[in-house]
């Protein structure tokens, strides 16, 4: 059974860091891009990076470039998303999903297909 299973949120303060995994089990990462999303409560659904299959290439949305940083170990067959600086806007559940493209221009993340979506893991941002 193909799946994404993400970990690593929790509670921080602001100006911490928490680096979010994206496991997956039933196929091998580095042959799929993988994207990182997030939703906050009463907001849409927002790209914030990804990874690609075929060189690693990443890519970033704008508002969150210097920030975030998307990685893969391909033998934890894991993606990761470093988070540095945590600020209360961060405050969402952030999910990983296999994507078809990695392109962002702008806070625009353009992809067509998303697939095998993780439960997602929670991150709050408080003091």
């Known amino acids: 059974q193909l799946q994404l299973v993400e970990s690593g949120g929790g509670l921080v303060q602001p100006g911490g860091s928490l680096r979010l995994s994206c496991a997956a089990s039933g196929f091998t990462l580095d042959y799929y891009t993988i994207g990182w999303f997030r939703q906050a409560p009463g907001k849409e659904r927002e790209g914030l990076s990804c990874?690609?299959?075929?060189?690693?290439?990443?890519s970033y949305a704008d508002s969150v470039k210097g920030r975030f940083t998307i990685s893969r170990d391909n033998a934890k067959n894991t993606v990761y998303l470093q988070i540095d600086r945590l600020k209360s806007e961060d405050t969402a559940v952030y999910y990983c999903?296999?994507?078809?493209?990695?392109?962002?221009?702008?806070?625009?993340?353009?992809?067509?297909?998303?697939?095998?979506w993780g439960q997602g893991t929670q991150v709050t941002v408080s003091s």
């Open positions: 990874i690609s299959a075929s060189d690693g290439t990443t």
């Open positions: 999903a296999k994507v078809d493209l990695c392109v962002f221009v702008g806070d625009n993340y353009y992809y067509t297909r998303a697939d095998y």
